[in-house]
């Protein structure tokens, strides 16, 4: 979880098990598709979470869609993953 993200802001931690969204049982779909739509909502999405033997329903009050993290090259900095994902220099073992 990110510092200051939303989810922290609501109060979700690490060891919380969400079990619903917008009252449908979770899965990656239903959760995907309620993002979509906060985009064209000012309604907080629902999220039902589980922690030991509590429930709680924490309104998540997102709008900014679905969001992927990708990598950015910092000028000037070693391309460090062009080294780890190149073939192999070493020759093969002789059969």
Do not use: C
Request: hydrophobic content about 40%.
């Amino acid at each position: 979880m990110w510092w200051n993200s939303p989810a922290f802001k609501a109060g979700i931690t690490p060891d919380m098990e969400l079990i619903s969204v917008n009252g449908t049982v979770y899965t990656a779909e239903v959760l995907r598709k309620a993002i979509v739509a906060a985009e064209k909502d000012t309604k907080p999405i629902s999220l039902v979470f589980r922690r030991g033997d509590q429930v709680e329903t924490i309104p998540l009050d997102y709008h900014g869609g679905l969001r992927y993290p990708s990598l950015q090259r910092v000028e000037g900095t070693p391309a460090r993953f062009d080294d780890i994902l190149a073939p192999s220099k070493s020759p093969l073992p002789a059969n």
